[in-house]
């Protein structure tokens, strides 16, 4: 019964020491830049953290993820996508012989690496991309419509209904799952309604916006439909606050008012003549008038005649005088003719 027992546990052991636990998933990138939230098989992604090889990223409705893989391709993973790294064989160091992705849903923007062309390959629920050494965003939508825009380079798309070329930068094809799918055209902001989303193709129109050389491409004219963006709350406007009261002016200290001093008194000064007026006389008022000049007269007429009577009893006294000597010279020549005779 022992030796039952020692060959049971002896089996046990060399059971157990030869199970090996699986190895772990070998990295095949890292994140370089996480915005909102974004989550991997094992939780959340931070910037630096690896990605692995069948690992699945989700971004929440706000997310964004930027991707840089080791041969040196990029992938931006946008808000509300899943996208699981199906396939990464090493070639070396440099390079890959195969990467493929597969996009369920959501936006996405892919830059080639190093790799050969061939290597790369983005499966969608309505076909498949084929990468020609090139930059392009895509989309797929919850029924699984998918839209590809050409940024750079090539593509080529490929589903049941055949295959479209794009050749030109912003070239355009939507393709449905049941085969549909559009003719290759230069894509404009009507294929948003055609999506049936106004978020779709957010790195085009500016809704999200990438960091580093990546987020260099793109345009089309489509930034001019950027949609509003819903997906954040916006935070109420802040309101203005209570004013702060006013410190209380105070007036300066006044000024004692100094004595004035007393001035001499200055000496009035002699009025000025009054000047000629020239101007021509008001009429004078008949009476008035004629009062001063008869007044005027008057004066002048009394002046006149008191001069001609000093002169008149001049005149007479002088004749007296005269008549007097005459009287002596007679009186006395009578005298001297008495004597005589």
Known sequence: MWGWRSVSVATLCIALSS??????????GQAVVIKTEVTGQS??????????????????????????????TKLAVGWGSSVVIDKYVFDDSQSVKKLTIR????????VSGSSNSSAYQILTPA??????????????????????VLLNGAARFCGPGGCRQLQQRCDCVVAKPNGDMSAARRVDPS???????????????????????IGMLGGCNMASVAPERKDRNRPPPPRDPAPAPSPQRQDPPQR?????????????KPDKPDKPH???????????GRGRHEHHDQHDDHDYHDKGHHRDRDRDRDHDKDRDRDGDRNHDRGRNFNRNR
């Open 256 to 268: 004692q008012a100094e004595p004035q001093k007393e001035r001499p008194a200055t000496p009035d």
């Open 127 to 148: 076909g498949t991309i084929g990468v020609r050494g090139t930059a392009f965003d895509f989309y797929v939508g919850p029924d699984g419509t998918t839209a590809v």
């Open 278 to 288: 020239h101007d021509k006389p008001d009429k004078p008022d008949k009476h008035d």
């Open 43 to 72: 939780g959340p992604i931070e910037v630096d953290t690896s990605v692995h090889r069948n690992e699945r990223i989700k971004t929440s409705q706000s997310g964004l993820g930027q991707f840089l893989f080791r041969d040196g």
């Open 19 to 28: 199970a090996s636990p699986a190895p772990a998933a070998e990295p095949v």
């Open 103 to 110: 996009a369920a849903k959501g936006t996405f923007r892919w």
């Open 191 to 213: 294929i948003l309604e055609t999506l049936g989303n106004q978020r779709a193709l957010p790195f085009l129109s500016g809704n999200q916006r990438l960091a580093g050389g």
